[in-house]
């Protein structure tokens, strides 16, 4: 089976109770702690920066999965390294250079992650492979949790699948938005293997109860 990894975003847990929430979850069994950063320019809402990731990276042996959507891209990304990212993702369209946005990720020792929008094509993908280390599909438009999931993210997932498996390398598939225990498997199938969900996890009452359901889903996904 797929190593399927669970990354609550934090975008819907309660801000006055961060550093609890992100323990809540990490003891319930998440694997990433995805952080949201949006600036109110690329995105319209505004969220949280390095400031937030170094105080909260203490808390957590969760890897911190660093979301950015914001423009522009390359003045923000040594600081949230010093802060503790382990994944930072950025969206093409806010960088210029995002060959260069990628080498600059990982030459501050971090994962570098790269990020489609619902309206942005796979072919983006395709000089970019050799440098990328995580793809993040973006099954809502991106800049507000609780959204609904867009279906023609599944297609994408599927054919990003393929493009990592003739690759050859280790090149994680994240899918977000709307992403629910009730759809988590039919995703996975698709060939995703690392799940964000905010409100998927952070509404329900009991963290480790939601968190099981998510993995009894995925336990019976062939991959
Ligand atoms: O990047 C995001 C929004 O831009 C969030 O990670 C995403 O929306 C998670 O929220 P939900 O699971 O409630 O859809
Ligand atoms: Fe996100």
Redesign the pocket.
Request: one cysteine or more.
């Given at each position: 089976m797929a190593d399927f990894k669970i990354a609550p975003?934090i975008?819907?847990a309660d801000f006055a109770n961060l550093g609890a929430e992100v323990q809540a979850v990490e003891k319930a069994g998440a694997d990433y702690c995805?952080f949201?950063v949006m600036d109110n320019h690329y995105v319209p809402n505004l969220t949280i920066g390095p400031m937030v990731a170094e105080a909260l990276n203490p808390v957590t042996n969760m890897p911190l999965d660093v979301?950015l959507?914001i423009e522009p891209v390359d003045d923000i990304v040594p600081e949230f390294a010093k802060a503790g990212a382990d994944i930072i993702t950025f969206h093409p369209e806010a960088s210029r250079h995002p060959h260069r946005t990628l080498q600059l990720i990982k030459s501050q020792g971090c994962r570098a992650g790269i990020s489609l929008n619902p309206g942005t094509p796979v072919e983006m993908l395709d000089y970019l492979m050799d440098e990328v280390d995580l793809i993040l599909v973006m099954s809502?438009n991106?800049?507000?949790?609780?959204?609904a999931f867009i279906e023609s993210a599944m297609d994408k997932i599927r054919a990003i699948r393929e493009r990592i498996d003739n690759s050859g390398r280790a090149i994680e598939l994240e899918v977000?938005?709307?992403?629910k225990a009730d759809n988590v498997a039919r995703v996975a199938e698709a060939g995703a293997d690392v799940f964000?969900?905010?409100?998927?996890v952070f509404k329900a009452d009991d963290y480790a109860a939601r968190m099981k359901e998510f993995r009894e889903a995925l336990a019976g996904v062939k991959r």
């Amino acid at each position: 089976m797929a190593d399927f990894k669970i990354a609550p975003s934090i975008l819907s847990a309660d801000f006055a109770n961060l550093g609890a929430e992100v323990q809540a979850v990490e003891k319930a069994g998440a694997d990433y702690c995805h952080f949201d950063v949006m600036d109110n320019h690329y995105v319209p809402n505004l969220t949280i920066g390095p400031m937030v990731a170094e105080a909260l990276n203490p808390v957590t042996n969760m890897p911190l999965d660093v979301h950015l959507m914001i423009e522009p891209v390359d003045d923000i990304v040594p600081e949230f390294a010093k802060a503790g990212a382990d994944i930072i993702t950025f969206h093409p369209e806010a960088s210029r250079h995002p060959h260069r946005t990628l080498q600059l990720i990982k030459s501050q020792g971090c994962r570098a992650g790269i990020s489609l929008n619902p309206g942005t094509p796979v072919e983006m993908l395709d000089y970019l492979m050799d440098e990328v280390d995580l793809i993040l599909v973006m099954s809502v438009n991106p800049g507000f949790g609780g959204q609904a999931f867009i279906e023609s993210a599944m297609d994408k997932i599927r054919a990003i699948r393929e493009r990592i498996d003739n690759s050859g390398r280790a090149i994680e598939l994240e899918v977000d938005g709307g992403i629910k225990a009730d759809n988590v498997a039919r995703v996975a199938e698709a060939g995703a293997d690392v799940f964000v969900s905010g409100s998927g996890v952070f509404k329900a009452d009991d963290y480790a109860a939601r968190m099981k359901e998510f993995r009894e889903a995925l336990a019976g996904v062939k991959r």
